[in-house]
């Protein structure tokens, strides 16, 4: 269901959306995923919503939701999720808008993401294939985020307060990456740090080298995980859609199962100032 649409240069929240969050009593976690159209945002996210992994994933966020440019914002699963051993509620956010064409779906883009950082414990950043300059360039609303977002707090104004926990989730990437000091395997998080603190060399690099700092500054807790193919045939990657969670390649299911548990055991509410986000 629709949380948030933009029209023209104003975010419109869905009072009936709304309804729903107003009447959960307990404490809420929200966890959000953002990037670009086609990357697998919504089948990520419907592989998480899928509990006993047994059933096709067709069901949950729809293609609609983020084709359709009156519906372009943010997307709730309408059924908040219990998380593990905790009366804390789980709200899933898949959110859109940042590559839109006119000025005013820019223009809102850009407070749709400030928002969605606001508001969210888990803010997860889906990409294909490997992090270079594009998916570093496709961050670059983090160089307007000061416009956006102003947080006053014992005269101290700073982001990275406000901003949530960073998951970096690259997709059909299969991590054989060589530490350049001693040629052993980088993991994730590894990978990630070396790609953000190269310097790059290349076009615009002075915008992009710009983002990794404000990356860096702003997401104190940061993470990277790395899915390979779900099928590993191209052929099957057509009935992709009907295919069982316990159907898919084993190492994409071991990575799902991690970030099923960041997210259902470790994840942790909203905190602003010491209080939590209600």
Not at 81 to 99: A, L, M, P, Q, T
Not at 132 to 148: A, C, F, G, I, P
Request: proline share 2%; charged share 30%; with cysteine.
């Amino acid at each position: 269901i629709n949380l948030i649409e933009f029209r023209r240069d104003k975010l419109v929240v869905n009072e009936e959306a709304l309804k729903i969050i107003k009447e959960i009593k307990e404490n809420i976690i929200i966890v959000s995923i953002f990037g670009k159209e086609r990357t697998g945002k919504s089948y990520l996210m419907n592989c998480i919503l899928d509990s006993d992994e047994r059933h096709t994933v067709n069901e949950g966020f729809k293609m609609s939701c983020q084709s359709n440019p009156s519906s372009r914002g943010i997307c709730i699963w309408n059924t908040p999720i219990s998380k593990s051993n905790s009366n804390e509620k789980i709200i899933f956010c898949d959110s859109n808008g940042i590559y839109c064409g006119n000025v005013y779906e820019q223009v809102s883009g850009s407070k749709l993401l400030a928002l969605v950082l606001l508001i969210s414990s888990l803010f997860i950043y889906n990409t294909m294939n490997d992090i270079t300059s594009k998916s570093l360039n496709d961050l670059e609303l983090l160089l307007h985020l000061d416009d956006s977002i102003h947080i006053n707090h014992n005269g101290n104004s700073e982001i990275s307060e406000a901003c949530p926990k960073f998951m970096w989730a690259i997709r059909d990437f299969d991590l054989q990456k060589l530490s350049p000091k001693n040629e052993e395997k980088m993991t994730s998080d590894e990978y990630m740090e070396h790609c953000l603190k190269e310097r790059f060399g290349g076009a615009n690099k002075d915008e992009i080298n710009m983002i990794k700092v404000n990356f860096i500054r702003y997401f104190k807790q940061r993470e990277c995980i790395t899915f390979p193919r779900p099928l590993d045939e191209d052929k099957d990657l057509i009935i992709l859609r009907k295919a069982q969670i316990n159907e898919l390649e084993d190492d994409f299911q071991n990575e799902l199962r991690k970030l099923k548990n960041k997210i259902f055991k470790l994840s942790k509410v909203k905190m602003i100032n010491g209080k939590i986000l209600n």
